[in-house]
């Protein structure tokens, strides 16, 4: 099948505004997410935007969202040292049930 | 009480032996989730409970045995398991609507020798 594209990985000194990108697989997708992954831990949801939006922040992160190229991104601004994790942007599969599908995943490294 | 707790942290277990892993929530949900990460790589579903009924089983080998006691339970039984099968096993939870906003487990790391 299909997957949903990331970048491998993104260095940023600490600081500074993180841009991790995404490229997902199904137009009818309602929602997208963003989660957080620390080493050997679960994975946190960040945030979500449903897909009739263009844009959504939230203190930190903003998210913005081009249905027409399928791509989803994720700003972290002010970017500190315990941002360092795994990020993976997830479509909601229109199957019938809602059903996530993650992408590759984005390793995040924030240098002090 | 917002999270999903998941036993034992770590398994290690030889290709004949039975185990279980055990999941457990207390926020309301109808839905529960069983997903595999292997290393470096994103978590694939195997499994979803809605309202303790088997809803989707993503052709996971009968090896890997869910079962759904009650709404609050999600267990997930392993026999005969390869060494392949060595990954994360992270539980999920979430209510029963459009936003399918998934509360996850921190996983249990399972070795198989």
């Known amino acids: 099948g299909e997957d949903v594209e990331q970048s491998l990985f993104l260095s940023v000194r600490e600081g500074d505004s993180s841009v991790i990108n995404c490229t997902y697989t199904d137009s009818s997708s309602t929602y997208l997410y963003w989660y957080k992954q620390e080493p050997g831990a679960g994975l946190q949801l960040l945030t979500y935007i449903f897909s009739n939006m263009d844009m959504k922040q939230d203190q930190r992160l903003t998210v913005l969202l081009n249905k027409k190229d399928k791509h989803l991104s994720l700003r972290i601004a002010d970017t500190q040292t315990g941002d360092s994790a795994i990020y993976f942007c997830a479509e909601s599969m229109n199957t019938g049930f809602q059903k996530l599908v993650f992408g590759t995943g984005t390793r995040l490294l924030v240098s002090p | 009480d917002t999270e999903v707790t998941q036993t034992p942290k770590h398994l290690v277990m030889g290709m004949t032996n039975k185990k279980s892993l055990k999941c457990e929530q207390h926020?309301?949900?109808?839905?529960m989730y069983w997903y595999k990460q292997k290393a470096k790589k994103p978590p694939e579903l195997m499994f979803v409970?809605?309202?303790?009924?088997?809803?989707i089983n993503e052709s996971v080998p009968s090896r890997f045995s869910p079962e759904c006691p009650n709404s609050s339970l999600l267990n997930l039984h392993l026999h005969a398991l390869q060494p392949e099968d060595s990954a994360l096993y992270l539980c999920?939870?979430?209510?029963?609507?459009?936003?399918?906003?998934?509360?996850f487990g921190p996983g249990t790391r399972l070795t198989v020798l």
């Open positions: 999920a939870s979430s209510q029963e609507d459009s936003n399918n906003e998934q509360f």
């Open positions: 409970y809605s309202y303790e009924k088997l809803s």
């Open positions: 926020m309301g949900h109808r839905a």
